[in-house]
């Protein structure tokens, strides 16, 4: 089944649109004159404008200058997390669940010169190598209705955050100290914590995963992750002798694969081969009642692409609920690629610290709406298919239990 976008539909988001920024600018700003620039710059970061910075918008919506969107995000007086909390609301509402996931990636947005705030060479994942750029940790939320970032953060290198007249200059707080990407992956989501935000499982890159501080945070308030770990992860097997996740692996034998999907993508379900072992972490119990899990995904197409997953989750969960949680790590890879190939998340030209949060979070909520939107379409059967059922077996496997080789420990 398909469906017909037509004219009505179009309308019902209009007014959509309108009633969503009238409410949320409304508390945001004292006068009337930010909030109609407000809900111009929404609708133009929605808009099919080739570039997303101020003289483009303000052409689209009908401004004769760029002035007003440019004073709305330098001089204007409105709080950018007072923001940001109302998009992570909006996003609760309508895509909310107790089986939510929060998702963390950094992103980059490549820029010249060394005038913008965070911006210094670094590695840059657009890449793959060093890159003049600044470096944004991103958290998804995510659940079967759909997915949209809830919050977001700036990286400010060593260099910026040991630098007072650099920071001055960029409008940084004074009193910010300087902070690692799990760090500040760790202070949303203690923010998120506070919030209430309903969420099952936590899953991030090896990036997060390696960071032993970070699955700590979870180990202490007893909460489930599945991350993406380095094949030097500190492991011991029950001798207490090293072991790493690469030495497992080659252990494995072929009767501990099992074909499994972690879910739908653009082109259908994605297969792999997976494995699994109960393991131990060096100096680094579980949670009471928990326990840690390395899943090895195998390419079926080439055997040689691996990846290791470190899963903390209560004894006894199910390999597939595991593996569809490793697979939603998508997520957050398709709202960075909307936010910048469709909201211009990177395409802006502020340069300080407030200006910066307050373009990114206006485009937070610009996604969230998108998202929104897209959840209430009718059902198509062409429309890819949320991670949202343990999928089943291949045939000739057991349904989710796991062979008895992978049950050692090491």
């Not at 340069?351 to 990114?360: D, L, S, Y």
């Amino acid at each position: 089944m398909t469906f017909a976008l037509t004219y009505d539909l179009v309308v019902s988001w209009d007014a959509e649109l309108s009633a969503l920024t009238e409410r949320i600018a409304g508390p945001l700003f004292t006068r009337p004159e930010p909030r109609a620039t407000f809900a111009d710059l929404v609708r133009g970061l929605l808009a099919d404008v080739p570039r997303k910075n101020s003289w483009q918008l303000a052409d689209h919506v009908g401004h004769r200058k760029a002035y007003r969107l440019e004073w709305l995000l330098n001089g204007a007086k409105w709080d950018a997390d007072a923001l940001r909390d109302e998009v992570r609301a909006y996003v609760i509402e309508h895509l909310g669940s107790s089986d939510g996931v929060l998702i963390a990636d950094d992103t980059q947005a490549r820029k010249k010169g060394d005038k913008s705030v965070g911006v210094s060479p670094q590695y840059c994942g657009l890449t793959g190598q060093i890159e003049n750029c600044q470096v944004m940790p991103m958290l998804t939320y995510a659940s079967a209705a759909g997915h949209a970032f809830v919050n977001r953060r700036l990286y400010l290198p060593e260099g910026w955050a040991g630098d007072p007249a650099r920071r001055e200059a960029a409008g940084v707080p004074k009193d910010l100290p300087f902070a690692t990407k799990p760090q500040l992956v760790m202070a949303m989501l203690e923010e998120e914590l506070a919030a209430g935000t309903p969420f099952r499982y936590f899953t991030a890159d090896s990036g997060y995963g390696r960071d032993p501080a970070l699955r700590a945070f979870f180990h202490t308030r007893q909460k489930p992750y599945v991350m993406a770990v380095p094949v030097d992860l500190p492991l011991v097997d029950i001798r207490g002798r090293a072991r790493r996740p690469d030495q497992v692996f080659t252990e494995l034998g072929v009767a501990a694969w099992e074909r499994r999907s972690c879910g739908a993508g653009s082109k259908g379900q994605r297969f792999y081969d997976w494995g699994s072992w109960q393991v131990t972490v060096k100096d680094q119990p579980p949670a009471d009642g928990y326990a840690h899990t390395l899943l090895i995904r195998r390419s079926v197409s080439d055997p040689d692409d691996i990846e290791f997953f470190l899963a903390h989750a209560p004894t006894g969960t199910p390999l597939p609920e595991l593996i569809m949680i490793a697979g939603m790590r998508w997520t957050i890879e398709e709202d960075n690629e909307h936010g910048k190939d469709l909201l211009g998340l990177d395409q802006y030209q502020v340069r300080k610290w407030t200006p910066w949060h307050r373009h990114v979070t206006t485009c937070m909520l610009a996604l969230a709406f998108l998202s929104v939107a897209r959840a209430r379409l009718p059902e198509q059967s062409d429309r890819p298919e949320q991670p949202d059922a343990i999928p089943e077996s291949t045939p000739g496997h057991d349904q989710g239990k796991a062979p008895a080789s992978q049950e050692r420990a090491c």
